[in-house]
């Protein structure tokens, strides 16, 4: 089974610049997309969902913000939108999907970015500590769980280019990074540190800005964490880096079980 989650900067966009292609090529049974940016009725109307697929939209209430969406040619139940907590109850930005595949639960999550100004990085942490307690009933779950997505957060040195540069950088911050290793000492793995090894630098968003994607300057924010029933089924988890940042200016992360 194949799982390739995948941050797409805005669904009507990458439909333009040609993602049908990388359905086909990647070949992934369930795609879990963030920053979909879009309602159903914006979708372009000659676009169809790849062969095979069925999906789930969730969008964010305020337009062209957002949002996440999980495709799936894997008959898939919806368990549930949103994780709970003060800090969005509704989950009114559209930031996490948890659906059902078999005997896999997937909870596709969109974190919030703090980069923009300090009222949003306090958002970003209290988003992250109500994520990390919601997130506790699932890692001993016996039924496999992979919680994924795009989570602005690069976790260790090696998952960065320049790591002195960025210790004052939201997404890079020590208590962003401290949180990590909470989420870390709970039970969930990182499915693709646990399949290529500590210290392989190898990203998954780089910025638009200073030649980043040329001189790969780019930092690993996109995972696939999984309870210890979903490690004993890894088989491999790497980055696509070719071809995809023709979409989006992240790559996707695939998952193969």
């Known amino acids: 089974m194949r799982i390739a989650t995948w941050n797409v900067n805005g669904m009507r966009a990458a439909i333009r610049k040609g993602i049908d292609r ?37 969008p964010a209430q305020k337009k062209g913000y957002s949002g996440v969406a999980t495709l799936s040619r894997i008959p898939m139940e919806e368990l549930g939108r949103g994780k709970g907590g003060q800090v969005d109850t509704n989950d009114s930005e559209g930031r996490v999907l948890i659906t059902k595949h078999d005997d896999l639960i997937l909870v596709n999550t969109y974190l919030p970015s703090g980069s923009s100004k300090e009222e949003r990085q306090n958002y970003k942490e209290a988003w992250m500590a109500e994520w990390r307690e919601f997130g506790k009933k699932y890692v001993n779950m016996k039924t496999p769980v992979i919680m994924a997505g795009d989570l602005n957060i690069a976790h260790t040195e090696a998952d960065i280019w320049n790591p002195k540069g960025n210790k004052k950088t939201s997404g890079f911050l020590p208590q962003e990074r401290e949180w990590f290793d909470e989420l870390l000492a709970d039970g969930w793995c990182d499915m693709f540190r646990e399949s290529v090894g500590p210290g392989e630098k190898t990203y998954s968003w780089w910025s638009n800005r200073g030649q980043a994607r040329i001189k790969d300057r780019g930092w690993r924010i996109d995972y696939l964490l999984g309870n210890s029933a979903a490690k004993k089924m890894l088989r491999s988890c790497r980055i696509e880096r070719r071809g995809g940042l023709e979409i989006s200016d992240h790559a996707p992360v695939i998952l193969d079980i």
């Open 22 to 58: 990388f359905f086909d090529e990647i070949d992934a049974d369930v795609w879990l997309l963030q920053e979909t940016r879009v309602l159903e009725q914006q979708l372009p109307k000659d676009w169809q969902l790849p062969n095979g697929y069925e999906w789930i939209l969730h």
